[in-house]
């Protein structure tokens, strides 16, 4: 398995869409879908200081968190990235866009990219990812990319889990 961090922070792209380290000038613009330990940031320097923990998980090798940006106009869309660690080269996936970025495909295309990186580049064995028992449209999207749901007795009941196994 190579974990992070690496020796120069990975940036994945392809024709629409680039996951790329997220930029103090970024920060501003994810305030709203800025979260750590499920605490959402209030204003800019919540959203810094979550970062810099955020920061310090991948430089532990517990984590990697992309911006996700729109490569016509350079502007972040999202956030996307794996975290609570590689145990048994396992990555929970996760993701977030920005209101005004949904609904125009960028998170098939960011999952996709995420999940051939996963694999390829990290080494895990399993993804997974846990959403809202009622955000049908994320059981959906993870579906179309293959994940299949799994019983998990240890999520709480409005939570359901998706794996994709190597």
Same mark, same amino acid.
């Given at each position: 398995?190579?974990?992070?961090? +690496?020796?120069?922070?990975p940036?994945?792209?392809? !024709?629409?869409?680039?996951l790329?380290?997220?930029?103090? &000038?970024?920060l #501003?613009?994810?305030v709203?879908?800025?979260?750590?330990d499920?605490?959402?940031?209030?204003?800019?320097?919540?959203?810094?200081e979550?970062?810099?923990k955020?920061?310090?998980?991948?430089?532990?090798?517990?984590?990697?968190?992309?911006?996700?940006?729109e490569?016509s106009?350079n502007?972040?869309?999202?956030?996307?990235? +794996?975290?609570?660690?590689?145990?048994?080269?396992? !990555?929970?996936?996760?993701c977030?866009?920005?209101?005004? &970025?949904?609904? #125009?495909?960028?998170?098939?295309?960011?999952?996709?990219l995420?999940?051939?990186?996963?694999?390829k580049?990290?080494g895990?064995?399993r993804?997974?990812?846990?959403?809202?028992?009622?955000?049908?449209?994320?059981?959906?999207?993870?579906e179309?990319?293959?994940?299949?749901?799994?019983?998990?007795?240890?999520?709480?009941?409005?939570?359901?889990?998706?794996?994709?196994?190597?």
């Amino acid at each position: 398995m190579k974990r992070p961090p +690496y020796l120069n922070f990975p940036t994945v792209t392809n !024709g629409t869409i680039t996951l790329r380290a997220i930029k103090e &000038s970024d920060l #501003k613009d994810l305030v709203e879908i800025s979260f750590y330990d499920a605490k959402q940031a209030e204003n800019v320097e919540m959203a810094a200081e979550m970062q810099d923990k955020i920061d310090t998980d991948y430089i532990e090798g517990n984590s990697i968190h992309w911006g996700i940006t729109e490569n016509s106009t350079n502007k972040v869309v999202g956030t996307c990235g +794996y975290y609570r660690g590689f145990k048994n080269a396992e !990555g929970e996936l996760g993701c977030v866009l920005l209101p005004q &970025s949904q609904g #125009k495909g960028y998170m098939t295309q960011t999952l996709s990219l995420a999940i051939d990186f996963g694999f390829k580049e990290i080494g895990l064995q399993r993804i997974w990812a846990v959403t809202d028992r009622d955000n049908h449209q994320a059981g959906k999207l993870l579906e179309r990319l293959n994940l299949k749901k799994v019983n998990n007795p240890d999520l709480n009941e409005n939570e359901v889990e998706f794996e994709l196994r190597k």
